[in-house]
């Protein structure tokens, strides 16, 4: 089992830009204007977060960290949790996860289809896969993408992640529309992560490093993404809903 510690300090983030977050009349006021630009894909929040506070679903969120572990696998495929070249399927919690991708104009948002969705991050056991440090060279579980429909969705299932030595519990994603990028990172309840880590083969492992409050790029604005999972048949399943501005 890897005890790495990833140096967090190092991690790529060569153009990705943290987005700053806007009042509520500065949000309306931009929603409300037409011809205003803002940076390419620096438009997010979730759905929870987006009814608690009556805005749109696309106010400024904070992009976040890339960090070392992207591999452009090209993998199109809702049902990230196999290894293509196996065919093995990762143990764990059940996570259906969802993405409402928006495009940001006058007067509010509008589903913005074509957009390629990609995620990855590590199995229950707190290991990401292609990755030579983690001998899972050549292996590609629980990475892939989906191209966003006409309603601006793209579904993935997945496990709920593990934990490594020096990060809090958490989801890559990045979203591509011909030369716009953004990048950014999903996290989970605290008590949902204690809950879920009781259970097999979570519970193998000994207690996490690192907490939310811990974690250095998560209170880089990491309260905003936050998913709001929900109890699914054996699993969870969470939508995020984000916003972008091409």
């Known amino acids: 089992m890897s005890s790495r510690q990833p140096p967090i300090q190092h991690e790529d983030n060569d153009d990705e ?14 929603l409300g204007s037409a011809g205003t630009v803002l940076g390419a894909g620096s438009l997010m929040a979730s759905r929870a977060q987006a009814a608690s506070t009556a ?5 400024v969120r904070p992009a976040q960290t890339q960090g070392p572990y992207f591999v452009d696998e090209q993998l199109n495929r809702s049902d990230i949790r196999s290894d293509p070249g196996s065919g093995k399927v990762e143990a764990g919690m059940p996570l259906t996860l969802s993405f409402l991708v ?7 948002c509008k589903p913005l289809p074509g957009v390629q969705v990609d995620v990855w991050q590590t199995n229950a056991l707190g290991h990401y896969s292609d990755i030579s440090g983690e001998h899972t060279k050549g292996q590609q579980f629980l990475r892939g993408y989906q191209t966003t429909n006409a309603q601006g969705g793209a579904t993935f299932q997945t496990v709920y992640p593990g934990w490594y030595n020096g990060r809090t519990v958490h989801i890559h994603f990045k979203l591509r529309r011909g030369n716009a990028t953004f990048t950014s990172q999903l996290f989970f309840e605290e008590a949902l992560t ?25 209170s880089n604005g990491g309260h905003q993404l936050m998913l709001n999972a929900k109890p699914s048949g ?4 969470a939508v995020f809903d984000v916003g972008m501005n091409l």
Not at 55 to 59: F, G
Not at 102 to 108: E, K, L, W
Not at 234 to 237: D, E, K, L, Q, V
Request: net charge positive; charged share 20%.
């Open 17 to 30: 830009q943290v987005g700053t977050v806007l009042s509520r009349r500065r949000a309306l006021t931009l």
């Open 55 to 59: 805005l749109p679903s696309c106010v």
């Open 102 to 108: 928006t495009q940001v104009g006058a007067g509010g």
């Open 194 to 218: 204690d809950k879920v880590y009781q259970t097999a083969p979570y519970n193998t492992r000994g207690p996490r490093t690192v907490r939310n409050d811990q974690d250095n790029i998560f």
């Open 234 to 237: 054996h699993g969870y399943a």
